[in-house]
């Protein structure tokens, strides 16, 4: 499955910094509004490190991780509701997207341009909400059908906290949030993995991306064989036959049952033989609720 989070916030806070970090993929990151106008999108794979040791027990020609999918959206300003800075154009591709990453900039810095001439990330986020709530409320006035109006304004949101080595603003309380240094991450993204280990930096990208992953409503199962270990995305709360789906169709119509073990009780066995000889592998129905880090055997 295919679901979509939103890189959000005011112009030239890091989101176009964060998204080539995250991504490896070229995009303009220069120092002045709207650099970007059309959204950037890119596929981030989800570190596992079950996966490997899957791959690595079945000696899995193939591994095929789980995968986010990350908008660069351009930066809103206040009045984007009203067509501002191009920003109802703006406004529409957020709506496009599941959740929201919202990028709110919390260091100082004469360099780098602030639309509101220094940032106040309180201040910051309250413009990025009033907007979003302003479009909503003209959604609201056009929409002919009220029941499913995709408001903003209710889409989840992530905060990320940029700052910088000197001159960090007071980080406003929010929850679901992460603080990093987007510059920083920027960097160590460049450097090639034996660089990192001389270097003996680390990044926290990885923690970034699962937490964007389960911020989605969002788990993997996986599959394992000598063809390929795969990690398969499908909503919390599951059911087996549910779970089906994400590999084909005729997974989720012509499911029959689901032989199933969890990672850590596979990893005890070291095999799907094994552990059917030991009974650690169990036969589960269709209304069998998935958990996170399930290996499964589909039968249909």
Same mark, same amino acid.
């Given at each position: 499955m295919s679901l979509k989070i939103g890189i959000v916030g005011l112009p030239n806070v890091g989101k176009s910094t964060l998204f080539q970090a995250l991504t490896k993929k070229e995009v303009d990151r220069s120092n002045y509004p709207f650099a970007t106008i059309d959204p950037n999108i890119g596929i981030v794979e989800v570190p596992d490190v079950r996966l490997k040791k899957l791959a690595e027990i =079945?000696?899995?020609? @193939?591994?095929?991780?789980?995968?986010? $999918?990350?908008?660069?959206?351009?930066?809103?300003?206040k009045?984007?509701? $009203?067509? $501002?800075?191009?920003g109802n154009k703006f406004l529409t591709h957020i709506r496009e997207v599941d959740a929201i990453l919202e990028v709110v900039r919390v260091f100082e810095d004469d360099g780098v341009i602030h639309v509101a001439g220094k940032p106040n990330p309180? =201040?910051?986020?309250?413009?990025?909400?009033?907007?979003?709530?302003?479009?909503?409320?003209?959604?609201?006035e056009k929409a002919k059908d009220k029941s499913q109006l995709? #408001? #903003? =304004?209710? @889409?989840?949101?992530?905060?990320?906290?940029n700052v910088a080595e000197k001159n960090n603003l007071e980080i406003p309380e929010m929850p679901?949030? #992460?603080?990093?240094?987007?510059?920083? $991450?920027?960097?160590i993204s460049e450097l090639e993995e034996k660089d990192r280990e001389e270097l003996e930096v680390e990044s926290r990208l990885p923690e #970034?991306?699962? @937490?964007?992953y389960e911020f989605l409503g969002l788990i993997t199962f996986f599959t394992t064989g000598e063809d390929e270990s795969r990690a398969w995305t499908i909503p919390k709360n599951s059911t087996a036959q549910r779970a089906g789906r994400a590999i084909h169709s005729d997974f989720e119509e012509k499911f029959i049952r689901a032989d199933i073990i969890s990672y850590g009780k596979f990893m005890e066995s070291e095999s799907i033989s094994k552990a059917r000889e030991t009974g650690l592998l169990r036969t589960e129905g269709k209304e069998y609720v998935v958990k996170d880090g399930d290996i499964i055997e589909f039968k249909i």
């Amino acid at each position: 499955m295919s679901l979509k989070i939103g890189i959000v916030g005011l112009p030239n806070v890091g989101k176009s910094t964060l998204f080539q970090a995250l991504t490896k993929k070229e995009v303009d990151r220069s120092n002045y509004p709207f650099a970007t106008i059309d959204p950037n999108i890119g596929i981030v794979e989800v570190p596992d490190v079950r996966l490997k040791k899957l791959a690595e027990i =079945s000696h899995s020609k @193939k591994i095929i991780p789980a995968v986010v $999918e990350f908008v660069d959206i351009a930066g809103l300003v206040k009045g984007a509701a $009203e067509g $501002e800075g191009l920003g109802n154009k703006f406004l529409t591709h957020i709506r496009e997207v599941d959740a929201i990453l919202e990028v709110v900039r919390v260091f100082e810095d004469d360099g780098v341009i602030h639309v509101a001439g220094k940032p106040n990330p309180a =201040s910051d986020i309250e413009t990025i909400q009033i907007e979003l709530e302003l479009k909503d409320i003209e959604t609201k006035e056009k929409a002919k059908d009220k029941s499913q109006l995709q #408001l #903003l =304004s209710q @889409k989840p949101v992530l905060y990320i906290f940029n700052v910088a080595e000197k001159n960090n603003l007071e980080i406003p309380e929010m929850p679901n949030s #992460l603080t990093l240094d987007i510059k920083k $991450e920027f960097e160590i993204s460049e450097l090639e993995e034996k660089d990192r280990e001389e270097l003996e930096v680390e990044s926290r990208l990885p923690e #970034l991306i699962r @937490k964007a992953y389960e911020f989605l409503g969002l788990i993997t199962f996986f599959t394992t064989g000598e063809d390929e270990s795969r990690a398969w995305t499908i909503p919390k709360n599951s059911t087996a036959q549910r779970a089906g789906r994400a590999i084909h169709s005729d997974f989720e119509e012509k499911f029959i049952r689901a032989d199933i073990i969890s990672y850590g009780k596979f990893m005890e066995s070291e095999s799907i033989s094994k552990a059917r000889e030991t009974g650690l592998l169990r036969t589960e129905g269709k209304e069998y609720v998935v958990k996170d880090g399930d290996i499964i055997e589909f039968k249909i």
